[in-house]
T-cell receptor
């Protein structure tokens, strides 16, 4: 099946710093990538949808100036958490949908962010 | 509004059969997915239903009734490794909407 990678797999940072997370589709071109956040024992909450070459569409309640998304190519999307605070500590998961085929989304392995 | 309901927790015995139900009310519908998620890991795809009826894939089956806004995931011959969260997700307008997930505990 299609493979999506995320980097880094985990990161610890100080409060006030910015963190960039990369999401790559390794063996297919993804017209659309999605960014989710998951708090412990909760389900995935969609943060934003990004289409290659255009601005991301953010879900209600997600600050676009805090969570910067760039989908520069058909295989790469990045999420930057700016001025991170402890409440931003979470599991961030990306997914990618192929430009061909079904509506299935292929998930990356996730990035565990801990803000001290 | 968007609403997806599934039980919070379930327990079952190794070797048994368990059915996890999901009801949904969404503004758009373009298929329903079931995912398995182990703690600290990303979800893995189990099944996809877009038409009414039963889809069978090995020990896992999934059923959909669009008129009732209802789906279930059936797990047969349960194994200890099936202990995980099971997420029901509806494909709405260009995005997946996830339910809260059902934590399944399989015991000997």
């Amino acid at each position: 099946g299609a493979v999506v990678s995320q980097h880094p797999s985990w990161v610890i940072c100080k409060s006030g710093t910015s963190v960039k997370i990369e999401c790559r589709s390794l063996d297919f071109q993804a017209t659309t990538m999605f960014w989710y956040r998951q708090f412990p024992k909760q389900s995935l909450m969609l943060m934003a949808t990004s289409n290659e070459g255009s601005k991301a569409t953010y879900e209600q309640g997600v600050e676009k100036d805090k969570f910067l998304i760039n989908h520069a190519s058909l295989t790469l999307s990045t999420l930057t958490v700016t001025s991170a605070h402890p409440e931003d500590s979470s599991f961030y998961i990306c997914s990618a949908r192929s430009r061909t085929g079904t509506n299935e989304q292929f998930f990356g392995p996730g990035t565990r962010l801990t803000v001290l | 509004g968007q609403n997806i309901d599934q039980p919070t927790e379930m327990t079952a015995t190794e070797g048994a059969i368990v059915q996890i139900n999901c009801t949904y009310q969404t503004s758009g519908f373009n298929g329903l997915f079931w995912y398995q998620q182990h703690a600290g890991e990303a979800p893995t795809f189990l099944s996809y239903n877009v038409l009414d009826g039963l889809e069978e894939k090995g020990r896992f089956s999934s059923f959909l009734s669009r008129s009732k806004g209802y789906s279930y995931l059936l797990l047969k011959e349960l194994q200890m490794k099936d202990s995980a969260s099971y997420l029901c997700a509806v494909n709405g307008y260009n995005k997946l909407i996830f339910g809260a997930g059902t934590r399944l505990a399989v015991h000997p």
